[in-house]
């Protein structure tokens, strides 16, 4: 079975600052790993994924995840922060072998501080 | 614009009505997904259909079904309605069986029972 944990509910960064979102997975197989984007009204957007290959993955609009299977980890990070970043941010894991579906986390919500 | 098109994008309706919501995968997308979102109980996977058929079923109610036709866009269908069913749902398509390079969200149905 797989499930996701994102510590951290909410987040608040000052503009230009660096951003660090947490997500944790249980799998009892390798995984494959997703971070989406939700803007208001908006559906989920894509920021990168990771499927096994290399474990530190870059993504769209200047974020990045590194896969790190000893501490079941898969952090979001953005070096500089930017207002338009402020969303809710979404941690999620599927089985490769399967695929049906994703199982997501409950959601970090960024706020960027002017 | 994502590609995936649902529709309408809001629904009102009162208690005990049955409402469907319509999904129009990205062009070349064989499998479509459903998914609610809701305050209480985040995202949860309904059902998926690859290709006409149906793959997976995830925490969908009985009081709620959907199907995916020939022309491949899906309809979920939600029948004696409850406060609690009022949630954002998702659709979201992928171009193989499994979901495992990322899906394509849709910008969603916002469906309020009052």
């Known amino acids: 079975a797989q499930s996701v944990t994102q510590l951290g509910s909410h987040v608040s960064v000052s503009e230009g600052a660096l951003v660090l979102l947490r997500c944790n997975y249980s799998?009892?197989?390798?995984?494959?790993l997703f971070w989406y984007v939700q803007y208001p009204n908006q559906g989920l957007q894509l920021l990168l994924k990771?499927?096994?290959?290399?474990?530190l993955v870059k993504g769209i609009n200047g974020f990045e995840a590194e896969f790190k299977k000893s501490e079941t980890s898969f952090h979001l990070t953005k070096p500089s922060a930017h207002m338009s970043d402020a969303a809710e941010y979404f941690c999620?894991?599927?089985?490769?072998?399967?695929?049906?579906?994703?199982?997501f986390g409950t959601g970090t919500s960024l706020t960027v501080i002017p | 614009d994502s590609g995936v098109t649902q529709t309408p994008k809001h629904l009102i309706t009162a208690t005990g009505q049955r409402v469907t919501l319509r999904c129009s995968p990205r062009?070349?997308?064989?499998?479509v997904y459903w998914y609610q979102q809701s305050l209480d109980q985040g995202l949860q996977f309904l059902i998926h259909?690859?290709?006409?058929?149906?793959?997976a079923k995830g925490n969908i109610l009985e009081r709620f079904s959907a199907q995916q036709f020939p022309d491949l866009h899906s309809e979920l269908n939600l029948s004696s309605l409850e406060l609690g069913d009022s949630a954002l749902y998702f659709c979201?398509?992928?171009?193989?069986?499994?979901?495992?390079?990322?899906?394509?969200f849709g910008s969603g149905t916002r469906l309020t029972v009052v």
């Open positions: 979201a398509s992928s171009v193989a069986y499994r979901g495992s390079y990322g899906y394509t």
């Open positions: 799998s009892s197989v390798p995984p494959y």
């Open positions: 990771y499927t096994s290959a290399a474990t």
């Open positions: 999620a894991v599927s089985d490769p072998n399967t695929g049906n579906q994703f199982y």
């Open positions: 062009s070349g997308d064989l499998s």
């Open positions: 259909y690859y290709n006409g058929e149906e793959r």
